[in-house]
């Protein structure tokens, strides 16, 4: 079956770095996304890997390793408005994508 | 970027009576529209995809007959909530994927019933 695993819930202080974890398992993949959802309000895109490496966008940074199944999101300088949930979502063989549960990040000051 | 808009954001009804949500997409053509469900503290859930032109595809579990998905061009698609109870009142989400398979979200419909 397919599997997507993140942390349930997280907690860093404000401008510290925190890593969320993903690791999938999916038949085939096109992609791997890292979406932000605050409470109450729809998903919104933060990154997309598809080849290894890493990804840097700001104070945000997203990591792949396909071999491994394995993938992070890195948030730098904390602010308090990061507290959200970030959604780990793989896009598999069939263009769908395959969600994780979330991972609620609480950021203290 | 590419925008998909939502409407109503929320919506308050009547037990027995049905809601339409429409979703579209502003300015792409969305080859594929999705509709998701999250209830409070849990993750997306996935309800149904749909194709332009043909008829939707439902999860698992997901009653076709209560939640009537039309696709009726490439820029727009509706839910339809029919015969609406409690335990519908949720987060509905809609999403568009354009011919890149990139996949953009709505911002959501909060319904209640009561």
Known sequence: GQNIDQPTEMTATEGAIVQINCTYQTSGFNGLF??????????????????????????????????????YLLLKELQMKDSASYLCAVMDSNYQLIWGAGTKLIIKP | GAV?????????????TSVKI???????????????RQFPKQSLMLMATSNEGSKATYEQGVEKDKFLINHASL??????????????????????????????FGPGTRLTVT
């Open chain 2, 75 to 104: 820029t727009l698609s509706t839910l339809t909530v029919t015969s609406a109870h409690p335990e519908d009142s949720s987060f509905y989400i809609c999403s568009a994927r354009d011919r890149e398979y990139e996949q953009y």
């Open chain 1, 34 to 71: 890292w979406y932000q959802q605050h409470a109450g309000e729809a998903p919104t895109f933060l990154s997309y890997n598809v080849l290894d490496g890493l990804e840097e966008k700001g104070r945000f940074s997203s990591f792949l390793s396909r071999s491994k199944g394995y993938s």
């Open chain 2, 22 to 36: 429409e979703c579209r997409s502003l300015d792409f053509q969305a080859t594929t529209m999705f509709w998701y």
């Open chain 2, 4 to 16: 998909v808009s939502q409407h109503p954001s929320r919506v308050i009804c009547k037990s027995g």
